[in-house]
């Protein structure tokens, strides 16, 4: 059983397509398609290779917005990026595991990073830097300061909502913990009564502990 015939004049035809588009939500189809059928006119593209040029803009580009989405949720407090990171300033880090640990191999199998080093070593450009690579990946990433995440466990525990918050921080892949921060950051202590947050995150301030990576499923130490 076949469809009705549509006899379409062009700018009929490009009005129904650009209706279409919008109905279906596909609107980087309805942006590039002007671009698209004068490339394929000029590169005699066959039918299935038109087709297959929209479909695969729309779907590259929906990664690209989901890709942004994630790395906006995960709360970064500036955009830092790996291809940025100047190693001439620190000849210790060697590009090439920077490079391996981009591919998120590590976050998959659930193991832990920790980054060491000195005041101003770029240990928290590697850290967003790290964590915006795994949200490109397609990995849900949080972002937190140490201090902050403590006080809203010490908050969530004085109001019972203990395994609440630290369920909430569980459905993320990846968890980017930033230890350290300006000389006056403040010491994370914890009393007697608050030795069950251990179980959730317990941190000290360090010159030279500077981030934490912390994937779902790994196992703390």
């Known amino acids: 059983m076949t469809g009705p015939n549509h006899y379409l004049t062009e ?3 490009d009005a129904a397509i650009d209706t279409a588009c919008r109905v279906l939500r596909l609107p980087t189809m309805r942006a590039q398609f002007p671009d698209l059928v004068a490339r394929a006119e000029r590169e005699q593209l066959s039918y299935r290779g038109f087709l297959a ?3 695969m803009s729309e779907c590259e580009d929906r990664d690209r ?8 949720a995960a709360g970064f407090p500036r955009q830092k990026w790996l291809s940025d990171f100047d190693y001439s300033a620190n000849p210790n880090i060697v590009p090439a595991v920077i490079n391996n640990l981009a591919t998120c191999e590590w976050v998959k199998k659930g193991e832990p990073l920790c980054l060491i080093g000195d005041s101003g070593t770029g240990k928290s450009h590697l850290l967003i830097g790290l964590g915006t690579a795994a949200a490109m990946e397609g990995h849900r990433i949080r972002y937190a300061l140490a201090a902050k995440l403590v006080n809203e466990l010490v908050e969530a525990a004085d109001e019972k909502q203990l395994s609440k918050t630290i369920a909430r921080y569980g459905r993320v892949d990846l968890l980017c913990i930033d230890l350290c921060r300006d000389r006056d950051y403040a010491e994370v202590t914890i009393s007697k009564r608050d030795r069950g947050l251990r179980g959730g995150c ?3 301030h360090s010159r030279r502990l500077g981030g934490f990576i912390r994937p779902r499923g790994s196992v703390p130490a």
């Not at 989901?66 to 790395?71: D, V, W």
């Open 202 to 204: 317990s941190a000290r």
């Open 11 to 13: 700018p009929a035809a």
């Open 53 to 55: 040029e929209l479909l």
């Open 65 to 72: 917005r989901r890709s942004e989405r994630r790395i906006r």
